[in-house]
């Protein structure tokens, strides 16, 4: 048996406070009646030194439950407890939880985790069982309890650092609750007889971790968490654009420096850069004192010299670069081509303010990366859903087109793009001037609808007719569902045309309306062609047809057309290193590659609806059928909040944190006696069984004073 606090074993010297208690003085015992005292002097009775003990069974009992009080205090227990078998003495089951998110690539921080799993694996006790993962976004295994099960001790600790030595910082965010669940979770799950269970987290513990999955989660007792904290030298500053909604006026890219509290200087630089890290154009100083932020104007993207995209913008000046630069996606962006096919033998356009016009003032603001292509309709065009997700065909004159040019373009939705059929025909006052019965047979065809009829619609009583009922399910007007921009009211439309679509008995592909006019005509039909869609409008949005495009409503809804071509919007979502990037379906060959960019290549299989292999931030490709779609993968602006997290964060989530185990073999020495002191608990017993011993010499102390009372007649 052994002693956590033997000291206090100095408490059985109060073992001698009843004996001396006994032996100072002794009153007389017994009482004597007199039939009268009256004549008597008064004097105090005579005490007597005692000169042997009595009531051997009192001092017994009273020195007894002294001597168990100090020995409770000592706190006593069993090197090897028989209660506890022969298993009780194993060493410990210690996890080592290593960070390797992108905030660990700061100066140090990597060098300073191998040291500190190091002095982990030093300080063990022998016979100690080892696992090892590392995370960021996820968990990953490399050295299970399983492996070490059995290996001596120093074979053990050498694998550990031999696969801790293959690993190193990803690019990805901090999951650390996600992390932590997923371990202790397959911890638990096995069991482990006479060993306890500790996880070793090894992190910068920095404040952007994610503990959402610690949320409400009952951690398991008996598993403790030892936190090991790195901190890293030189402060850090991080670049991340200002979103477009809180932009100037102007078209300028506007970006917010933020400089960390220990940050060692206040001065930085912007300047754009080449992919091959070439810096390009004038650096701009930005002064951005420790702890603050600064939002402040980019300098002009430089034109692109020998064939160089200047595709990102790079802070300088910060000692932990590694969220200094911001990938800018327009770079890489194709452009694309909106060809305009007019089926025009007459102007029509009254005003010079047509559907040509507001095109080109919606397209003048997408720098280049969208443009119109205005082209007769005398002869089929050669169109590519890839470069030309969205074709505008105005109907405005009697002359009907080659039935090329409409194969063509039912060819081009069957292929995933959009086709727009604009119906701005009619004469004024509603007379026909021959273009109606044009737009009719182009319609027929557009539509596969052979018995379809158009009209032009009488003058409303107002003059003007309004949009009465439109489908907010369909992802065209999906954006509009919101009651705040739900009001399509505020247009009006002077003139309009009726669609009539017969009955048919293919509602699956029979053509579909989207939106009517206050009288119940389409305005909006939809013909689904495959994976593309035609669409047909039968108002104008030229000054002589309505003001549709001068509304708020007019660019949205064009722009959402020409996404509806161009499939999933690749280059304009945002991905983050770690996210699934969904894929269109795979075109007519079947083979599909993604350019990562280092620019190796990744076969993507034909059934595959996700890309997975976004390892690390940069501009990638989706090759398919000679259709190159780019995307921008960036790393998670999370990762920028590299402040210590709240010391307290973790206990609030109900995590057991336990001190980190000291390196001094005597102190190691005595946490594990005070393991197994608190694992038998024999105070407990003893504290009872003193108790125990008061109550009974209680009881006789009792019995004894009603002995010593003896009435004399």
Same mark, same amino acid.
């Given at each position: ?51 042997? =003990? ?132 397959? =911890? ?45 030298? !030189? ?12 932009n100037r006026d102007d078209d300028a890219l506007w970006v917010r420096v933020a400089s960390g509290a220990d940050s060692v200087t206040d001065r930085f630089q912007l300047q754009w850069s080449s992919a091959v890290g070439e810096a390009v154009g004038e650096a701009k100083t930005i002064a951005c004192p420790p702890g603050e932020t600064r939002v402040v104007r980019a300098p002009a993207r430089p034109?692109? /010299? ?8 790079? =802070? ?57 292509? +205005? ?55 509603g007379r026909d001037d021959g273009s109606l019965a044009a737009a009719t047979r182009v319609l027929r065809v557009l539509l596969a609808e052979p018995r379809l009829e158009l009209r032009e619609a009488p003058t409303a009583p107002d003059g003007f007719a309004l949009l009465g009922e439109i489908d907010f399910a369909h992802p065209l007007f999906a954006p509009f569902s919101d009651p705040r921009f ?20 293919? +509602? ?47 660019? +949205? ?25 969904? =894929?269109?379906? /795979? ?114 102390? !009792? ?11």
């Open positions: 048996m052994s002693l956590l606090y033997p000291l206090f074993l100095a408490g059985f010297a109060a073992v001698a406070l009843p004996i001396v208690f006994h032996m100072i003085r002794r009153a007389p015992s017994g009482r004597t009646s007199f039939s009268s005292l009256m004549f008597l002097r008064t004097s105090p009775p005579r005490l007597a030194r005692r000169q042997r =003990l009595d009531q051997l069974v009192l001092l017994a009992l009273r020195a007894l439950a002294l001597a168990l009080l100090a020995f409770a205090f000592a706190r006593p227990y069993f090197r090897v407890a028989a209660q506890v078998g022969a298993d009780a003495m194993l060493g410990p089951r210690i996890a080592l939880l290593v960070d390797t998110s992108a905030s660990m690539r700061r100066t140090g921080l990597w060098s300073a985790a191998a040291t500190e799993v190091e002095a982990v694996l030093a300080d063990a006790p022998p016979d100690s069982v080892f696992a090892l993962a590392t995370f960021d976004r996820g968990l990953t295994h490399h050295v299970r309890f399983e492996e070490t099960l059995g290996l001596d001790d120093e074979t053990a600790r050498a694998l550990v650092r031999e696969r801790l030595a293959s690993s190193s910082p990803s690019w990805a965010a901090t999951d650390l609750g996600g992390a932590l669940a997923a371990l202790v979770e397959e =911890l638990e799950g096995a069991v482990a007889p006479g060993r306890t269970t500790r996880v070793v987290l090894v992190s910068d513990v920095q404040a952007g971790s994610d503990l959402a999955a610690l949320e409400g989660y009952d951690w398991p007792v008996g598993i403790e968490l030892e936190v090991r904290s790195l901190r890293a030298a !030189g402060g850090n500053a991080s670049l991340h654009p200002v979103p477009r909604a809180a034109l692109a /010299a020998d064939g160089a995209d200047i595709d990102r913008l790079v =802070l300088t000046g910060d000692a932990n670069p590694f969220d200094n630069v911001w990938l800018d996606r327009e770079a890489v962006a194709a452009p694309v081509v909106v060809p305009f096919l007019v089926a025009l033998d007459g102007a029509v356009d009254s005003t010079g303010r047509g559907l040509e016009f507001f095109l080109e003032r919606i397209f003048e603001g997408t720098d280049g990366a969208i443009t119109l292509a +205005p082209q007769a309709a005398a002869r089929a065009p050669r169109l590519d859903a890839a470069k030309n997700p969205l074709v505008l065909f105005e109907l405005a004159g009697s002359a009907v087109p080659p039935y090329a040019i409409l194969d063509a373009c039912v060819r081009h939705a069957a292929a995933g793009g959009v086709v727009l059929a604009v119906v701005a025909v009619g004469g004024d006052d739900s009001d399509f009211t505020k247009i009006r439309f002077w003139r309009h045309r009726v669609l009539e679509l017969p009955p048919t008995g293919r +509602p699956e592909s029979a053509p579909r309306v989207l939106a009517r006019f206050d009288d119940g005509a389409p305005f909006l039909v939809e013909r689904m062609v495959g994976p593309g869609r035609i669409l047909v409008v039968t108002s104008g949005w030229g000054a002589d047809d309505s003001d549709f495009a001068l509304s708020s409503k007019f660019a +949205p809804l064009v722009l959402g057309m020409l996404r509806l071509g161009a499939g999933p919007d690749l280059a304009a979502a945002t991905f983050h290193v770690g996210d699934r990037v969904p =894929l269109p379906p /795979a075109g007519p060959a079947g083979t599909r590659t993604v350019r990562r960019p280092d620019g190796t290549t990744v076969t993507i299989p034909p059934d595959a609806s996700a890309f997975t292999a976004t390892e690390s931030p940069g501009h990638y490709a989706l090759e398919d059928a000679g259709r190159s779609t780019p995307f921008t993968i960036r790393i998670d602006p999370r990762e920028s909040r590299v402040e210590p997290l709240d010391a307290d964060r973790l206990a609030r989530l109900g995590v057991p944190i336990a001190t980190p185990r000291a390196s001094d073999p005597e102190a190691t020495r005595q946490e594990q006696s005070a393991e197994l002191e608190q694992r038998q608990q024999l105070w407990r017993f003893l504290i009872v069984l003193a108790l125990g011993v008061l109550m009974v010499e209680t009881v006789w102390a !009792g019995r004894l004073a009603r002995r010593s009372v003896t009435p004399v007649n």
